[in-house]
């Protein structure tokens, strides 16, 4: 029933305010309601006792009163109405840091989201839901009891026409809310689609373009907009074709009351003003059901989004923050790590063992699919170990509050993603209050402090969505100046080289270098070997397991050797080899495979 969705605690909790407001809400529309029937009164008395008396002073009293229940009436409106306006506001600032949580850790925990951004439009629709005239409504729905018995009154015959009306109406609304439901939901799941759409043609308008996929996707888009377009025609028809016939209805049982009454009053039962009165009354209670099913499409709605909110909000339960604890400074410890993309059951790294030191740094080599992003990431704590646990100095990286993490962890993504704003906030993470020293000691350690200033407005150049205005290189350069903001403990680099320059290049090994100085850990996987020359150790993936694990002397005192031939590590054409490790990176030894036994 439209009234009762499930709900989970946070639902409930950021629904107290409704809670709170009801009984006073309740209050407030019970002498609204019954400043409602004044205008009946009114008219029963005119006809019943003023005019037969010919009173003038009673005719100007009777007005003065009946216009300052309508002042008031109106007062009790406007009163109830900006109440639940603020409901709905606090309805959605009680969720809102939810929804965003809920939308950055569902797909890193539980795989894509179900209908895209669909969360946020589903906390909008509850706003406005309660906001909006369809829950007075149904505050008002009891009140048409207290009607029909003062019909009853009047007459019993008015009060069974009006009983008649109020059930037709009645059943008129279950059997919209019938069909409607069904078509609310198309509405909904055909809308998500055609955002998504949207959405990713803003993202891949370029790939669009260079491969004439525009009239492909221009297809596309027309069938899910026909979709959304023929649910959405649907239930508004449906919707506003009940809501006129029972205007119409209505108005129909009004006309009716007012034949009854005459025929009443022609067989001598009832008196004139009772004829003006109980059509007046009639059809006041008929007006909360009509405004009920006036609102109906909102209702349902808001219902639905109430469901999809909570089955989200229980599939990324909500975190509660760690205690929180000092920044590491000792070790990096990965023990039997497995791990695989969340909401799937693929294992892309397995059995995964090894311990670095304070000023030490890996470099992670393999295949392509052979699992090195997919350690990177579960390093970082985007995506979580299926199995096994990383520590940094003995406690795994969910002890550390969001903010902690944000200066333990450095991260250079494999696609990077620069956010709109200036290259000083990307730089300061968009922390407000980051102090310029430690930006430019961050961009000063990715060596591209010269790169920014050359750029129209320096650190106040602004960088647009996806890092436009910039090239690719140029935002891999501030990616790892980000990355060395606040002088992380633990630094991973996911390929942070593949669109660097012979500059580029040369900035990232004294990145490395000056990193392992200060005692930081540095994750590095690189395609490109020159890299390997930075590191003091040197991992091989394969299939998602480690295949060699060896300090760079052994590194090199293996490749040096007449049987060495690694395909990984061999140089590309053009590629710095200055700074190689001495030997021949393209000989490599066979297996020697040797990943740290690491204890419990
Ligand atoms: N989001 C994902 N969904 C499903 N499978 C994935 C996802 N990401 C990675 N995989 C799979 O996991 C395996 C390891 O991928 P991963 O990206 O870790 O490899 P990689 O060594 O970093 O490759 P590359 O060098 O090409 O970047 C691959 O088989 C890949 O198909």
Not at 27 to 39: E, H
Not at 558 to 566: E, K, L, M, V, Y
Request: glycine fraction near 8%.
């Amino acid at each position: 029933m439209i009234l009762a969705p499930r709900l989970n605690t946070e639902l409930k909790q950021a629904l107290v305010p409704l809670r709170r407001v009801l009984l006073p809400v309740l209050a407030i529309s019970s002498v609204y309601n019954v400043l409602l029937l004044s205008g009946s009164f009114f008219m029963l008395l005119v006809y019943d006792d003023v005019l037969p008396s010919r009173s003038v002073p009673s005719l100007v009293s009777l007005l003065l009163m009946v216009a300052l229940a309508y002042a008031f009436q109106a007062l009790l409106d406007v009163v109830r109405g900006r109440v639940m306006v603020q409901v709905g506001s606090l309805f959605m600032r009680g969720i809102s840091d939810r929804v965003l949580d809920v939308l950055s850790r569902h797909e890193l925990t539980r795989g894509a989201m179900p209908n895209g951004t669909q969360i946020v439009r589903d906390a909008d629709t509850v706003r406005a839901c309660l906001s909006g005239p369809g829950p007075l409504a149904c505050v008002d729905l009891p009140w048409i009891a207290v009607y029909l018995l003062i019909l009853a009154i009047f007459h019993w015959n008015i009060g069974l026409l009006a009983l008649f009306g109020v059930a037709v109406l009645v059943t008129l609304m279950l059997v919209n809310n019938r069909m409607t439901e069904p078509l609310a939901l198309a509405t909904m799941r055909s809308g998500a689609r055609r955002v998504g759409l949207a959405e990713s043609t803003l993202r891949n308008a370029e790939t669009l373009k260079a491969l004439g996929m525009e009239s492909a996707r221009q297809s596309e888009w027309h069938s899910v907009e026909a979709e959304f377009l023929r649910a959405n025609d649907r239930f508004s028809a449906i919707s506003s074709t009940l809501s006129g016939s029972t205007k119409a209805f209505r108005m129909l049982l009004q006309s009716a009351t007012l034949a009854l009454g005459a025929f009443l009053v022609i067989d001598g039962r009832a008196t004139g003003g009772i004829i003006i009165a109980g059509s007046i009354l009639s059809a006041r209670a008929l007006a909360p059901v009509e405004q009920v099913i006036a609102n109906w499409k909102g209702m349902v709605s808001a219902r639905q989004a109430l469901d999809r909110l909570r089955n989200l909000f229980e599939a990324v339960p909500f975190r509660v923050a760690p205690m929180g604890l000092e920044g590491p400074r000792r070790d990096l410890v990965v023990q039997g790590l497995a791990a695989g993309p969340p909401g799937t059951q693929k294992v892309a790294v397995l059995d995964l063992s090894f311990r670095l030191s304070a000023g030490d740094a890996l470099a992670v080599v393999g295949r392509s699919g052979s699992g090195k992003t997919t350690l990177a990431r579960v390093l970082c704590g985007v995506w979580k170990p299926l199995r096994g646990a990383i520590r940094l100095d003995g406690a795994t990286l969910d002890q550390w509050s969001p903010d902690e993490i944000a200066r333990i962890l450095g991260y250079v993504p494999q696609s990077i993603e620069l956010f709109e704003g200036t290259i000083g906030q990307n730089i300061a993470r968009f922390q407000p209050d980051a102090d310029r020293e430690a930006i430019l000691a961050a961009a000063n350690a990715a060596d591209c402090h010269d790169l920014i200033v050359r750029l129209e407005g320096g650190y106040d150049h602004v960088i647009g969505a996806h890092g436009s205005g910039l090239s690719a290189g140029q935002q891999q350069r501030i990616a790892l100046a980000r990355a060395l903001f606040a002088d992380p403990f633990l630094l991973v680099l996911d390929e942070p080289n593949s669109n660097l320059d012979h500059d580029g290049e040369r900035a990232l090994g004294l990145a490395i270098r000056q990193a392992r100085q200060r005692g930081a850990i540095v994750v590095v996987i690189a395609h490109r070997p020159s890299v390997i020359a930075h590191a003091s150790h040197i991992m091989a993936m394969n299939n998602g397991r480690i295949e060699r694990f060896e300090t760079r002397q052994e590194f090199e005192a293996r490749i040096a050797s007449p049987a060495g031939s690694d395909s990984s590590l061999r140089s590309r054409p053009g590629e710095n080899r200055s700074e190689a490790p001495p030997g021949d990176p393209s000989k490599s030894v066979e297996s020697a495979a040797r990943p740290v036994e690491v204890s419990e």
